[in-house]
């Protein structure tokens, strides 16, 4: 049973640096992809960064390419995405995503608050 928790959102100033956590119980991390995706009032869901399975390569959004690092730790079965130089426009709730490359199927945490605001 695949169970994704996210922590560390928060309200931070504008150039602020939060650290967010998932904690992937369940998850095989090498036939995983983990993702963040992250979700703006009135927006559409977004991939904001993956980091695959086997080979561990990451991609990122342009939005966050620079400011923003995924990485993982397969011993503690967790994903973080640390977060440099926040802007007002990073506003979003952060979702953890694991897709299961062997069985196709799709896994969502519940989801956590990062406002950047002065």
């Known amino acids: 049973q695949v169970q994704l928790v996210e922590s560390g959102g928060g309200l931070v100033q504008p150039g602020g640096s939060l650290k967010l956590s998932c904690a992937a119980s369940?998850?095989?991390?090498?036939?995983?992809?983990m993702s963040w995706f992250r979700q703006a009032p009135g927006k559409e869901r977004e991939l904001v960064a993956r980091?695959?399975?086997?080979?561990?390569?990451?991609t990122y959004a342009d939005s966050v390419k620079g400011r923003f690092t995924i990485s993982r730790d397969s011993g503690k079965e967790m994903v973080y995405l640390k977060m440099n130089n926040l802007k007002p426009e990073d506003t979003a709730v952060y979702y953890c995503?694991?897709?299961?490359?062997?069985?196709?199927?799709?896994?969502w945490g519940q989801g956590t608050q990062v406002t950047v605001s002065s």
């Open positions: 995503n694991g897709y299961s490359v062997f069985s196709h199927q799709n896994y």
């Open positions: 369940g998850v095989t991390f090498i036939t995983t992809a």
């Open positions: 980091i695959t399975g086997a080979s561990g390569s990451t």
